[in-house]
């Protein structure tokens, strides 16, 4: 958005198709939650928004789960000087494919999260202090319990659909296992049933990063400060990971920061310092995702959340994801991006198989991008009209 | 190679086949050298190793270019203790691929290396301690330039071949442009004219690990000492570059290390400072190739290598790699591996295309593999007929 775009948009906040300002909320649990690990805090907070009206039933509501980076805020505007709308703003709105008109639609960050909700940044009750590694290791399951108790104090009765990508989507699975009766349409994209050796391979390299940093100090840092080189690092690993080698050749290719500042060529030696500075287009933007994420994330909350998605096998337990599968009762639709190569198509493709071999109704959809796997996030009329058929059906 | 194996090894250690016990050399330039960037140094050092023997005529040598983090022992052991050959020492011997029967095969640590090469922590005769990063900048054609001088001095006439896989191959590119009479044929593997933006960006974190790691001080840390984290996450991420999905699902897939050790699920929180513990074992096995790369290699050479590999490009002074390849007199051999995520096959097979549209004689061989960009280096009977058809014919 432009600036000109949004002196508009300040005008108007709420024009038509924007939700406009939105407001978080917290939801507090004073019952005890027990994690899967079998570790019971007295009780959790989860920061929310909504966007939309709850019918009379209590079932025209729709769940968004978020990704590893991501949080509560997932449409609308904060305040009138917000220049970024939340991070489904795209999908989420009057008349959009998630139709704020119709249907009531919620998102909540994370148990375990960093934004408003019970993560390690929390108070332990226990010594007065953050958690930071104190805190129960979390599972995506200890996630969906959590949303679970949330939803119903909305006076939700029954979802009329869950829907996320990458690790939204696994909570969407998740959901579709745990909570059957309650969960609606599942909407899945971008996702894995458990990931490959490549992305806990991944992941392990962003937390060593963060772990071997000597500002993370065991995990007792204090708030604002801790890790701060080794997320940035984690991140602009992971940011890598999140796009395409296409995308990437488009957006950047070889240009060097030096060809727009209209600059010489780098320094001969780095006696002054900066031969290992910026030089390539790509290297400016890595540092840029870096240094924004370590401003609005932290670091232990990445240590626990990367930790549940490598955790995270649907097939485990129940020996087969067919065998996981058997207690779904929702229709599902499983969209695969042909370019993602965290969470490659056959990744997806298996969820799809599995549901159907378990008798589920399924449908794959296997969409061409070359955005990798961020394509779930971005401008996609293809997926729109996806999402709108299957949510209408 | 296993203990047994190893004991037969060590009672015939130049068994049939075998390079056997080899030694390095240094070559010791006294003459200025000038690199790319107008640096002028007094002279430089090369170590290097040689297995076969020369010819009369000085015209049966081949020259092997070593990838980032190579060096010059690519064959053979250095003791009888040594439980690891070169690197390369599945295609050179007698009888193999490169057959150390009929020709001097020849390879040396790059300039700007940390194996007895003169770089970064050579003594910088200007202040009497290692150069750190007042080292000049060192681009691929300074590493081949530098060979060159070092190849003169052996009584090489002209080679027979020279041959290099991914950095490796880049050497054998740039020799084949800029001593087209001297090089002989040319054998380029997994390799690239010119990096995209997805390798440059995972260059650009692998150094941004290393910069912003207090232990590198500003490039000046003492030898032995620097900033083993930042190398080791950086060893870490480059490494999962160099195989593939497929292959990592194959070796490691979702096991765990406690699956193996028959120990108990790791702790249900991270109290004990266990819980981010190695669980799974590709998690250990990259720990352990970051731990063991710290122990060999040079955090400044890293930096100033990498910088090298992504500045190299050789369509961009000529204006196309058509143009950059007119001078080439040689005959070429490209190979692609189909599971080269780093460099991929379209990035090899432009360089045949270039080659052939140049007017050269070259070959392109695209090899079915899953093992990644590594599958230069591994066992490949495939790849050996390739290569000893192509030396012989």
């Known amino acids: ?54 019918n009379a039933a209590g079932d025209n509501a729709i769940l968004v789960c978020h990704a590893l980076s991501g949080d509560h805020h997932c449409a609308g505007i904060h305040s009138l000087s917000d220049r970024k709308a939340g991070w489904w703003n795209n999908l989420i709105g009057p008349g959009k494919a998630l139709d704020t008109n119709r249907y009531f639609v919620a998102c909540a960050n994370v148990l375990g999260g960093c934004q408003g909700s019970t993560g390690p940044l929390s108070t332990n009750p226990a010594t007065g202090r953050p958690f ?8 995506i399951r200890d996630m969906v319990r959590a949303q679970h108790r949330w939803l119903q104090s909305l006076g939700i009765t029954r979802l009329h659909a869950t829907i996320g990508g990458s690790m939204g989507g696994m909570q969407v699975l998740q959901f579709g296992v745990t909570f059957p009766d309650f969960v609606g349409k599942l909407l899945a994209f971008a996702t894995t049933a458990r990931e490959g050796a490549q992305a806990i391979a991944f992941n392990e390299v962003g937390r060593q990063a963060i772990l071997q940093d000597p500002d993370w100090a065991g ?34 290719g070889r240009r060097q920061v030096s060809e727009r500042r209209n600059a010489p060529h780098p320094p001969a030696s780095p006696k002054s310092g900066h031969a290992f500075d910026v030089q390539f287009e790509v290297e400016s933007y890595l540092r840029y995702q870096g240094q924004s994420f370590i401003n609005r994330f932290d670091a232990n909350s990445y240590l626990y959340i990367s930790r549940a998605l490598d955790q995270f096998d ?34 997806n493709r298996a969820i799809a198989t599995a549901l159907l071999r378990a008798g589920k109704r399924a449908s794959y959809a296997e969409l061409a991008t070359d955005l990798g796997h961020d394509s779930f996030l971005l401008e996609s009329p293809e997926l729109y009209d996806l999402v709108r058929d299957f949510l209408a059906a």
């Open 1 to 54: 958005m432009n600036d000109a775009a949004l002196d508009d948009f300040e005008a108007a906040p709420a024009e038509p198709g924007e939700v406009g300002i939105v407001a978080p909320c917290d939801y507090v649990s004073a019952e005890p939650f027990t994690f899967d690990c079998g570790i019971t805090i007295p009780g959790f907070t989860l920061r929310y928004e909504t966007y939309g009206h709850l």
């Open 132 to 139: 930071g590694v104190d805190f129960p290791l979390v599972t």
């Open 219 to 252: 995990g007792n840092y204090p708030i604002g400060g801790g890790p701060r080189v080794g997320l940035a690092i984690a991140r602009m690993m992971a940011h890598i990971t999140y796009l395409s080698d296409a995308s990437m050749a488009r957006k950047f």
């Open 314 to 347: 649907l097939a485990a337990e129940a020996g087969s994801l067919e065998a996981a599968f058997a207690p779904v009762t929702a229709e599902s639709l499983i969209v695969g991006f042909t370019s993602d190569w965290l969470f490659p198509t056959d990744q």
